[in-house]
């Protein structure tokens, strides 16, 4: 099982920003990748961003040029920067390895975009 701890989120109106943050062991940061997840009610869990542990990254189509994920190694964090929010971005976030550790979901973070 992997140490995660997700923090940030919240209520935000389309067009605003939030900045999410995910804490994990050094071990864990070292060796994989990490993502973030999100999940929107009724709908399955995707992968919207990936940074592997050279720094590349790669994002879902639906928020290229929105969103960035970045990592600090010397904090072992991992962010997503979240900008122009859409209320289609509203869901529950998570941090996790990629490929997932299925052991690891944590309670996730909600990000909810709406006037």
């Known amino acids: 099982q992997v140490p995660l701890v997700e923090s940030g989120g919240g209520l935000v109106q389309p067009g605003g920003s939030l900045r999410l943050s995910c804490a994990t062991s050094g071990s864990i940061f070292s060796i994989f990748a990490m993502g973030w997840y999100r999940q929107a009610a009724g709908k399955q869990r995707e992968l919207v961003a990936i940074i592997t542990t050279g720094g590349s990254t790669n994002y879902v189509d639906s928020v290229k040029g929105r969103f960035t994920i970045s990592r600090d190694n010397a904090k072992n964090t991992v962010y997503l920067q979240m900008n122009s929010l859409k209320p289609e971005d509203t869901a529950v976030y998570y941090c996790?390895?990629?490929?997932?550790?299925?052991?690891?979901w944590g309670q996730g973070i909600q990000v909810t975009v709406s006037s």
């Open positions: 996790n390895t990629v490929p997932a550790s299925t052991g690891s």
